[in-house]
């Protein structure tokens, strides 16, 4: 096909075809519609132009004009019969423009227009003023704000109308009253509601309505993602609930012991050791331990928590608040009761905790009977502990337990 230039003045205005029958005006910044352009035109592309107004004599007599394109010309008004002088068209492309305001008349000199394009023109419902348009076959008005599918009551007696488009709009459900005049038309008509955000029909929307297509497969695959999702974030939550709940003895003693460590700086110690030990260890603890420390001189203040935990307060309050951070030594009595004590462990892992985080927190281990190496591992930091620092040994020889009770005690007097 040949095209040729229309030129008003130096400016370059628009091209045709050597039969006078299609135009392309687009993307000149045109703020007019050209008088060159002949009669006889059947096509003509004004897209992306400056048209903020239509008036009624803004376009030239051009009664064989059947396409008419206006896509992006920034129209904002439509005067009443501004289509006058184009009246027999019968496809208008109105394709993103920011309409605000559009007359009782503006579009109803348009009686032969069988296909209208509204698309992304911020459109908030279907109530649009085109009640002479009974010609009307096709309505697109998809990528608007439209949140509900019914049509204007005038559009019953549209004959031919055959095609509704309403793909990405905000149209969240269908319900029976809102298809009460697609159910009227009788037609055969294809319903595009792709890209939807539809999370319910009612029972009986589409009932006696003759569908030729109906195109809602984006908005089912929104739906099946959304439950998809809904499901994925309930279990994630019950998954999570289980492990808190799980591990609930943890993520406090965590919480508590971070708590502390912020208040550590303004606490004074009130014990010299805590003491963590297993109660079926207790008859040693008291005869021997406590004896020898707190009666000896000078004087040992030990945390026990059988005598020293504040009545009422949770466990794990008292072991950091009494025991660990308010003690300036921990005493931890190995022994085979204490490997399978559950507080046991608890108390050495915080222990082991606030020694990372105070950095000058002093463990001091006695083994009281011997355990084996692999029970050893099973207790979060001990081995290792065994392994990188000086541990005490108690003795039934009481010439060894003397050394024991001096290195025992120097270790918990001294200061680091």
Not at 47 to 63: A, D, G, R
Not at 228 to 250: D, G, N
Not at 300 to 307: A, D, E, S, W
Request: net charge neutral.
């Amino acid at each position: 096909m040949v095209f040729i230039l229309i030129q008003n003045g130096n400016a370059e205005e628009c091209t045709k075809d050597v039969y006078d029958r299609h135009y392309s005006c687009e993307g000149r910044n045109l703020t007019y519609i050209p008088t060159s352009i002949p009669s006889s035109v059947e096509k003509l592309d004004f897209s992306f132009n400056l048209l903020p107004s239509l008036q009624k004599h803004l376009f030239p007599p051009l009664y064989d004009l059947q396409v008419l394109d206006l896509t992006r010309c920034q129209i904002q008004f439509i005067a009443d019969d501004a289509f006058h002088n184009v009246k027999n068209v019968t496809t208008l492309i109105l394709t993103g423009n920011p309409i605000s305001y559009t007359a009782p008349d503006g579009l109803n000199s348009l009686h032969k227009l069988k296909r209208l394009v509204l698309a992304d023109t911020g459109l908030l419902s279907l109530n649009v003023q085109f009640n002479n348009l009974t010609k009307l076959q096709e309505l697109n008005v998809g990528t608007n704000m439209i949140q509900t599918i019914a049509l204007p009551q005038f559009m019953m007696n549209f004959k031919d109308f055959c095609k509704l488009d309403l793909h990405a709009n905000k149209i969240s459900s269908l319900k029976v009253d809102h298809t009460a005049v697609l159910r009227e038309m009788k037609g055969n008509i294809t319903l595009i509601l792709s890209s939807n955000p539809i999370l319910h029909i009612e029972l009986g929307a589409f009932k006696d309505i003759y569908l030729k297509e109906l195109n809602i497969q984006s908005c089912v695959h929104i739906r099946r993602l959304t439950i998809a999702l809904c499901i994925f974030a309930v279990i994630f939550l019950v998954f999570v609930s289980l492990l808190a709940y799980k591990f609930q003895f943890y993520l406090r003693y965590g919480y508590i012991l971070l708590r502390g460590y912020r208040a550590s700086r303004q606490q004074e110690w009130s014990y010299d050791a805590f003491v963590i030990y297993s109660s079926k260890d207790e008859a040693w603890v008291m005869d021997e331990l406590v004896e020898n420390l707190e009666n000896g001189n000078p004087p040992i203040h030990l945390c026990l928590h059988v005598r020293d935990f504040e009545a009422g307060k949770a466990i794990t309050s008292n072991i950091i608040d009494e025991g660990i951070m308010g003690s300036r030594k921990t005493i931890v009595v190995v022994s085979k009761h204490f490997m399978e004590s559950s507080w046991c462990r608890f108390e050495f892992e915080v222990a082991q905790s606030w020694l990372v985080m105070e950095r000058n927190a002093n463990i001091i281990i006695i083994i009281l009977e011997e355990v084996e190496e692999e029970k050893s591992k099973k207790v979060f930091g001990l081995h290792k502990h065994l392994k990188n620092n000086t541990y005490l040994k108690w003795s039934e020889n009481p010439i060894n337990n003397m050394t024991f009770w001096i290195r025992l005690r120097k270790a918990v007097i001294t200061r680091n």
